[in-house]
């Protein structure tokens, strides 16, 4: 079992759900039937008031719904990640916090991440998170560009699926800053996948990751816009659906540690 955020929310909302239904079918009772009768005063309390709860109660029955609500809004509508390296840069930037919607690719239970029911499944050129198939425990968001079926290649920095080039074009150079500043200089493309145009940067120089496969059922291939720096399918194979976390839609803030919030990534849409 993983020892992440959404077990530490399951563990807390079980036990303190746990103390306050202990004591509301027990404790309490057992406070009450022990009230001494009118007139009489025990341990300096006045008859017929009961004792008050432990303090453990009074903080399981007021954290509960806040434990609860947390655990359903993260578990199964939205959940807030930061983007810690720039390897889908220029489309997300070292220092984003952004959205996922859970909920667009189906209801998974916490902690087991078992799939109660279907919703939709992932189009070629979302930005998705998951999690890292050598490691369950880490989240990694890349872009889809390969659905179960598919054949892909990659050949001197040009996408192939089932056969056909994905279409690409130059924009310019790109200038990097903050965290991304040693990407200036990087050639700003624009590719587009299915109807979804998205920039992607290659550097002139580094060599190409090629190779070819198709994609089994069940698995999706994917690849950081930021190509010449993104550990991605091209490296450790392709990610299993079971493993898909959501899609992420809009960026909320932007902290690039040492170099301060950027406020002109609030809001920006994800595509």
Do not use: C
């Amino acid at each position: 079992m993983r020892f992440d955020f959404p077990t530490i929310m399951v563990l807390l909302v079980v036990a303190s759900g746990l103390i306050w239904a202990l004591d509301v079918f027990v404790l309490a009772r057992r406070r009450r039937s022990a009230v001494p009768d009118v007139g009489e005063e025990v341990d300096g309390e006045q008859a017929g008031e009961p004792r008050p709860a432990p303090k453990i109660v009074e903080y399981a029955r007021s954290f509960f719904p806040v434990f609860l609500i947390v655990l359903l809004l993260r578990s199964f509508l939205i959940e807030p990640f930061r983007i810690p390296s720039g390897s889908m840069m220029p489309t997300l930037l070292v220092g984003d916090f952004i959205l996922v919607n859970k909920f667009v690719y189906g209801i998974r239970l916490p902690v087991s991440d078992y799939k109660v029911f279907e919703v939709s499944q992932p189009e070629r050129g979302d930005v998705v998170v998951f999690r890292y198939p050598l490691d369950p425990s880490t989240p990694f968001i890349k872009r889809v560009v390969g659905l179960p079926g598919d054949r892909i290649a990659y050949y001197n920095k040009v996408l192939y699926i089932n056969g056909q080039q994905a279409d690409q074009r130059l924009i310019g150079t790109y200038t990097g800053h903050g965290s991304g500043a040693n990407m200036t200089g990087a050639a700003l493309k624009q590719e587009t996948l299915k109807s979804i145009a998205h920039p992607i940067l290659v550097q002139n120089g580094y060599p190409s990751v090629d190779g070819k496969l198709v994609v089994p059922e069940g698995h999706y291939f994917v690849l950081g816009d930021n190509r010449d720096n993104s550990r991605d399918s091209r490296y450790w194979g392709t990610v299993p659906e079971k493993l898909l976390i959501g899609k992420a839609f809009t960026v909320w803030m932007n902290w690039d540690l040492g170099n301060g919030i950027d406020w002109t990534r609030v809001g920006t849409s994800i595509e």
